[in-house]
């Protein structure tokens, strides 16, 4: 499989590079705006541990949405079942941002990965405490699933999107109004926001996904029983409005982010990381997910 996987990955890369139509940058974060969008990577982990990559896989990008997944882990294993009072797990049909649902549904987001589902979910990690200590514990999370300590948080990324965050300040105060956020609005979106701005490469953020393989893969974070479940949400509401078109092509669980990265988990089998900065017309880069169709469709990986 090894000679396989090296092979399509290799193919996928340097037909990709010929793109005419990359995406668009996000730019409603200005230093998400600035990055080249012809940009592209792909890392794959194997559950053995073995790791092929292609394109840029040193470069590190704004993990951005991906981080919700290691968020909304630490929140389980903080808080349990309780998060389910505050945060519903129905895939949304409209924008990762979009802020009619919230109030049509009282203030209760309808996952954990929709930005105000999120909010509540990093709420949740910061329970009272000084958000550098919560986001500690965030980073600690991410660099233990990669077994790597050098992930870490670019503070302009964060501070670029807090002076620019209004939606997500008008989310985080509607979510206090309808008292579903236990902390001040801002506390919790300085968490939010910092957690946001993770950087890593491909290859780290497919290290990082390697305890959603399943039982026995890479360290020990959290029970089988939730890492399916984990998967589930990934599979359901991971896309947000594009979660149905990226299970009809690509049929694996996963996790988009602004900055253009995207995390797949092949349950039982491998970690994949993809990033091109360009996105679609739901957020989700635009090539991660053609690269994604094109090798899960080449090594016949599917949940389906
Ligand atoms: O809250 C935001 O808007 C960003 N920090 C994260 C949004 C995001 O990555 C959506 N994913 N496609």
């Not at 896989?57 to 309780?82: E, P, Y």
């Not at 009072?85 to 996952?111: K, T, W, Y």
């Not at 979510?175 to 968490?191: F, Q, R």
């Amino acid at each position: 499989m090894a000679q396989r996987l090296k092979t399509v990955l290799n193919e996928i890369a340097a037909d990709l590079s010929d793109s005419h139509d990359w995406g668009k940058v996000a730019d409603y974060i200005p230093e998400l705006a600035a990055v080249p969008k012809e940009q592209f990577a792909i890392a794959v982990i194997t559950k053995d541990g073995q790791c092929h990559s292609a394109g840029s896989a040193q470069v590190r990008f704004s993990a951005q949405s991906i981080t919700k997944v290691f968020t909304l882990a630490i929140a389980l294993g903080r808080s349990g079942d309780q998060l389910w009072q505050r945060v519903d797990r129905e895939p949304s049909g409209d924008a990762f941002n979009s802020i009619v649902q919230l109030e049509q549904e009282n203030g209760h987001p309808r996952n954990p990965f929709v930005n105000a589902g999120a909010i509540v979910t990093t709420d949740e990690v910061l329970a009272g405490r000084a958000p550098k200590d919560a986001l500690a514990e965030i980073l600690g999370f991410i660099r233990t699933a990669a077994e790597d300590d050098d992930i870490h948080i670019n503070k302009s990324v964060a501070k670029s999107e807090t002076e620019h965050g209004h939606r997500n300040f008008a989310l985080a105060h509607f979510l206090a109004s309808c008292g579903n956020l236990k902390n001040p609005p801002d506390m919790t979106l300085g968490t939010y926001f910092h957690h946001c701005a993770i950087e890593l490469t491909v290859t780290q953020l497919a290290k990082a996904g390697r305890f959603l393989i399943g039982p026995g893969v890479g360290p020990k974070m959290v029970s089988p029983e939730r890492v399916r479940r984990l998967n589930a949400l990934m599979m359901t509401c991971g896309h947000y409005d594009g979660s149905g078109d990226f299970a009809y092509r690509v049929g694996l669980p996963a996790k988009s982010g602004v900055g253009g990265g995207i995390l797949a988990i092949v349950p039982g089998q491998a970690s994949i990381a993809v990033w091109s900065p360009g996105l679609d017309q739901n957020g989700n880069s635009k090539l991660g997910t053609e690269a994604m169709q094109r090798l899960a469709h080449a090594m016949n990986w599917s949940v389906f």
